[in-house]
């Protein structure tokens, strides 16, 4: 059973930046894709990007793409979601999710973490 665990949300003021974790555990997280969602308030869940097993390929949302960067260290089994030029729009709760798919698709996942809070003032 793997487990996801995030960290490193908060409170930004827009135009700041935060760098997101996501720790693993219980799996072979190495040889699984990691993708991140976003859930903000009233609305449905809402695919970020996601990174390959090997971390040679991401693939990003439009509306992320050039801010958002996910990348992974397969020796610690952890991911990150680091993001700049945040705007108050980024407001949401941040997921990271585990699996063999790659897809925008929350179903292509099998493994979820609790969600980190980020919050952008204006």
């Known amino acids: 059973q793997v487990q996801l665990v995030e960290s490193g949300g908060g409170l930004v003021q827009a135009g700041g930046s935060l760098r997101l974790s996501c720790a693993a555990s219980g799996g072979t997280f190495s040889r699984h894709n990691m993708a991140w969602f976003r859930q903000a308030p009233g609305k449905e869940r809402e695919f970020v990007g996601v990174?390959?097993?090997?971390?040679?390929?991401?693939w990003y949302a439009d509306s992320v793409k050039g801010r958002f960067t996910i990348s992974r260290d397969n020796t610690k089994n952890m991911a990150f979601l680091q993001i700049d030029s945040l705007k108050p729009e980024d407001t949401a709760v941040y997921y990271c999710?585990?699996?063999?798919?790659?897809?925008?698709?929350?179903?292509?996942?099998?493994?979820w973490g609790q969600g980190t809070q980020v919050t952008v003032s204006s």
């Open positions: 990174i390959a097993w090997s971390g040679g390929s991401t």
């Open positions: 999710a585990t699996g063999l798919g790659w897809s925008r698709s929350s179903r292509a996942y099998d493994y």
